[in-house]
């Protein structure tokens, strides 16, 4: 047939089932914080400034650190962290990914280290993740003084026995979960 042209049949897509979805844009944080392993320990304190309620971390991300020197140790990567006193839950919530990444952190002392404490002379409440030049001279509005600790040792059955003698007054803290107890010297 002259004039005719061949019939076109019309393109066909073919739509996948449920929606089409980009892959989700890269998120370095959200890769920091997938990156952290049980065991690992990391470079990040609580610097005091939310308070006795409120932890304000010194990092926006997770960096690891040789444990000899760390301040927390993670010990779990899932969002049910026990909350004893010397541990914490650190998360993440990624909107590129729409996954929450959670990071179970318990302190690491030494000897030498300074912790941020509110000591109202017969008792101290002690902010055992954070840590601070044990020369400063302020410190967050929510604490009055630092803790120096001075020794670290093996709890034993009568844990509160034994404490050195010396001519400056000792507290010391028991902390069931790692059975370990720390002495701080009081300025």
């Not at 089409?20 to 920091?32: F, G, L, V």
Request: hydrophobic share 30%; glycine share 8%.
């Amino acid at each position: 047939m002259r004039g005719s042209r061949p019939s076109q049949r019309p393109a066909r897509w073919h739509a996948r089932s449920g929606p089409w979805r980009c892959p989700p844009e890269p998120d370095p944080t959200e890769d920091a914080f997938k990156a952290v392993s049980v065991g690992d320990c990391l470079d990040v304190v609580d610097t005091g400034y939310g308070g006795e309620e409120k932890y304000d971390w010194s990092e926006e991300e997770p960096n690891t650190a040789p444990c000899s020197t760390a301040r927390v140790r993670v010990y779990r990567t899932t969002s049910d962290c026990a909350s004893a006193r010397d541990q914490a839950t650190w998360s993440y919530y990624s909107s590129s990914s729409g996954e929450r990444t959670a990071l179970c952190r318990e302190g690491q002392y030494h000897n030498g280290d300074c912790l941020l404490a509110n000591n109202d002379g017969d008792s101290a409440s002690i902010a055992l993740l954070s840590s601070v030049n044990c020369t400063d001279r302020q410190v967050p509005s929510a604490y009055n003084g630092i803790f120096v600790i001075t020794a670290i040792y093996r709890a034993t059955a009568s844990a509160t026995t034994g404490l050195p003698c010396r001519a400056v007054r000792y507290e010391h803290i028991l902390v069931p979960e790692g059975g370990r107890r720390r002495h701080t010297a009081v300025p």
